[in-house]
DNA sequence: GATTATGTGTTTGTATACAAGAAATGCAAG
DNA sequence: CTTGCATTTCTTGTATACAAACACATAATC
């Protein structure tokens, strides 16, 4: 039954590789597309459309747009459809206040509680990024520094915790995707194997300093402070682009 | 339409005010039931059977099980249908870890940002909750005090944390449920009314400390500590008992 | 000429029919 | 009497059909 529709060999075959359901597979695919701005923030996510292109019926749709809206990385609006989300400043903000108050409690826990078969698994996370960004593979760099983040979490054995993280993550790729600086290299991969050397080293201290300054370091990375202009334009905009009428040069 | 269907006037319409679409409608009366033990934990919820008590199809059904699975007070099986959650004792540790840092943050946020309104309508709901307590409906003082801190959350104006909270709550509400200890006074609104003081004088560090000692007093009042065999013995042989057919003694 | 009313087309919301999987029951064999 | 297997029934998963709401365009009136 997961066999008798596998039109979704797309890329790299970065959709997750847990063979599930096939919500799983289209959830995975879109929430991909998204992160690798594919859809830019703002598109229209019409779901007899997403139904045609990956052989499902609505309904399967439905269900994966659900999860990404519960998520917060598409918007859901009651009789009017799905866009893919566009944090604005404010909001990006106050998902990285979330973020910074999870990753402390989820660093120490981690010192407490995480295995060394973990610990190896966040190691060879790290590589895998940092090839990714090596082989200039942007989308999937982010997508993949956002699961070393995940992953700590399960480190951290505390399920609410993993749930939340998996939302704030989410967004935040979402927002380092949409507000991006000039720099390139996004999640510094060497910030992540320093941190799981403080952890390894059950040093809490340590490991909580290097997440912290981790986190200052990602969003001075982004146009968030008082330089929102530019892109806060963007944003507000692009759910006018989205008919298909030209429009007239708005400076005449 | 949403006038079509209202066979839904159970007791005291506890159910949210908010008359949305009819999925809100039969999410609150289940998230009610839920809390208010009419459902306990472990039983079998048939969409069939629930599609034909609210008088919708399944597909409604369907999507409010999917929410409530999302906020973690019902179980959700792959082919095998949903259940009334029925937490661990670990699983409501790492719930009530997950509180603390949440509601450690909402107070700090709320006392920067709570607007003199959001106070009031705290206080209103503090009485309201006496009144439910006062009058011996247990179920509804359980629901009203969690209320209470996703309203306190609210105030502290941060979607992320406020999403995170209502699941939080309700499954603590579950917990207290499950878990009841002997005393009657569950969540003391004198606690609560103190906070809101704390909070309204703009007294962050006092405000964090009643919501400390608040959150030990819940928990204080649970039979999590140590001594889990009875309640836990229950949880594991609550979903044996769903079956309708007569058990023999145990101890015979 | 601008603004409002109306009609059409497209998209979402809901119900239902059908298919696939799991539990339960009954039968048969040891 | 117990145990293993097959059939049967019930429940869930998925697709599709129908109804309602919205967006857009056209036309009519002030």
């Known amino acids: 039954m997961n066999e008798q529709l596998q039109p979704l060999k797309k890329h790299t075959r970065t959709a997750k590789s847990r063979t599930g359901t096939q919500d799983d597979i289209v959830y995975a695919h879109i929430f991909d597309a998204i992160l690798e701005q594919r859809l830019a923030p703002g598109t229209k996510l019409s779901e007899e459309a997403l139904g045609e292109i990956f052989g499902v019926s609505r309904t399967i749709i439905r269900r994966a747009l659900s999860r990404l809206a519960h998520e917060g990385v598409v918007l859901l609006r009651p009789n009017r459809g799905a866009v893919v989300a566009s944090p604005s400043v404010d909001e990006a903000r106050q998902i990285f206040y979330a973020r910074r108050l999870v990753e402390r409690a989820i660093t120490e826990l981690a010192v407490e509680h995480a295995t060394a078969e973990q610990l190896a698994e966040l190691r060879q996370m790290v590589t895998d990024e940092r090839d ?5 593979d942007r ?9 070393f983040h995940l992953k700590l979490a399960e480190a951290a054995k505390n399920a609410p915790l993993v749930s939340f993280q998996r939302s704030l993550v989410s967004q935040t790729s979402l927002i380092i995707a949409q507000y991006e600086g000039g720099s390139r290299s996004h999640c510094s991969y060497d910030e992540h194997n320093e941190l799981i ?14 997440m ?34 030209k429009l007239r040069p708005a400076n005449s």
Not at 139 to 147: K, V
């Open 212 to 245: 912290m300054h981790h986190m200052d370091h990602i969003d001075s990375k982004l146009n968030l402070d008082e330089d929102t202009a530019s892109d806060d334009l963007h944003a507000v905009f692009s759910h006018l682009l989205l008919g298909k009428k």
């Open 132 to 136: 990714c960004f090596d082989r200039g």
């Open 197 to 210: 050397d403080a952890i390894e080293a059950r040093d809490a201290d340590k490991a909580v300093q290097l």
């Open 139 to 147: 989308g999937a760099g982010i997508r993949l520094s956002g699961e």
